[in-house]
């Protein structure tokens, strides 16, 4: 999608501790255009990742407002604080930054509150009301969809569990996968742990889950959903999920 359209595209952008992913959505119908990941191999800082984001605006020749989510928490679209980026995020303003770059930025929410946005598009049907949704990443971030509206900061993977002794992402994120070097199976039991005790916390109806592990359903989401009493779906939009909310969000 060259073609320079941008007044008919929404942008969205979804900051990870890895990496960064955008989605180009078409406004009207909402369908996704298209779709990148660029790894942060150069390290997280402000100035390093922000660069790539006009680098990746201009390389799709995108005009328009974008919308950003972000791994941490942001009160009034200004980040708070981002424990997997580094305490220089604290306090930034996406809209101050980018405005030299002519980059106007629509929103700036939590990643997760960003993949939820998504996943109420998945849900509208549903006969569930209460939906709990995850994403698991380098963090494992959550939303909280009732009734078809987005509950804002739920932030329940960094709550601390006294079973565990850790908070319920430092017990089966996909950065402890990769630090710890634990397979599938242990990974599997341990993410069905924290799934017992948000359960038991909170009751929801049903669970949505997205991030790049997602993509090896096949693996696991049968077992899975053999050790738990709610229905546990996949986001339609995989890694994607937080972008492509992001992307709704700036509509």
Same mark, same amino acid.
């Given at each position: 999608?060259?073609?320079?359209?941008?007044?008919?595209?929404?942008?969205?952008?979804?900051?990870?501790?890895?990496?960064?992913?955008?989605?180009?959505?078409?406004?009207?119908?909402?369908?996704?255009?298209?779709?990148?990941?660029?790894?942060?191999?150069? &390290?997280? @800082? +402000?100035?390093?990742?922000?660069?790539?984001?006009? *680098?990746? /605006? #201009?390389?799709?020749?995108?005009?328009?407002?974008?919308?950003?989510?972000?791994?941490?928490?942001?009160?009034?679209?200004?980040?708070?604080?981002?424990?997997?980026?580094?305490?220089?995020?604290?306090?930034?303003?996406?809209?101050?930054?980018?405005?030299?770059?002519?980059?106007?930025?629509?929103?700036?929410?939590?990643?997760?509150?960003?993949?939820?946005?998504?996943?109420?598009?998945?849900?509208?049907?549903?006969?569930?009301?209460?939906?709990?949704?995850?994403?698991? &990443?380098? @963090? +494992?971030?959550?939303?909280?969809?009732?009734?078809? *509206?987005? /509950? #804002?900061?739920?932030?329940?993977?960094?709550?601390?569990?006294?079973?565990?002794?850790?908070?319920?992402?430092?017990?089966?994120?996909?950065?402890?996968?990769?630090?710890?070097?634990?397979?599938?199976?242990?990974?599997?039991?341990?993410?069905?742990?924290?799934?017992?005790?948000?359960?038991?916390?909170?009751?929801?109806?049903?669970?949505?889950?997205?991030?790049?592990?997602?993509?090896?359903?096949?693996?696991?989401?049968?077992?899975?959903?053999?050790?738990?009493?709610?229905?546990?779906? +996949?986001?339609?939009?995989?890694?994607?999920?937080?972008?492509?909310?992001?992307?709704?969000?700036?509509?």
């Amino acid at each position: 999608m060259t073609k320079n359209q941008g007044h008919l595209k929404a942008l969205g952008v979804d900051i990870g501790g890895s990496s960064t992913k955008f989605c180009l959505i078409d406004k009207e119908s909402k369908s996704i255009l298209q779709t990148t990941t660029v790894p942060h191999k150069d &390290g997280h @800082g +402000i100035d390093i990742i922000c660069s790539k984001i006009i *680098q990746q /605006i #201009k390389e799709w020749k995108f005009e328009g407002s974008i919308g950003i989510g972000f791994p941490g928490i942001v009160m009034n679209q200004v980040i708070v604080d981002a424990p997997n980026l580094g305490k220089i995020w604290n306090g930034l303003d996406f809209k101050a930054y980018f405005r030299p770059h002519n980059i106007e930025v629509a929103s700036v929410l939590n990643d997760a509150d960003a993949a939820s946005m998504a996943m109420i598009e998945q849900s509208q049907d549903w006969t569930e009301h209460d939906i709990l949704c995850l994403t698991i &990443g380098t @963090g +494992i971030g959550s939303g909280w969809i009732s009734k078809g *509206q987005l /509950i #804002k900061g739920t932030e329940y993977g960094r709550e601390y569990s006294s079973e565990l002794q850790c908070t319920l992402e430092q017990w089966a994120s996909a950065k402890v996968i990769k630090e710890e070097g634990i397979p599938l199976r242990e990974w599997l039991v341990r993410f069905s742990d924290v799934l017992d005790i948000l359960i038991e916390r909170y009751s929801p109806e049903a669970i949505m889950l997205c991030g790049g592990i997602t993509s090896e359903r096949e693996h696991w989401l049968a077992e899975l959903q053999t050790l738990q009493s709610v229905r546990i779906v +996949i986001s339609d939009y995989e890694e994607y999920t937080g972008a492509y909310g992001a992307a709704l969000n700036s509509v």
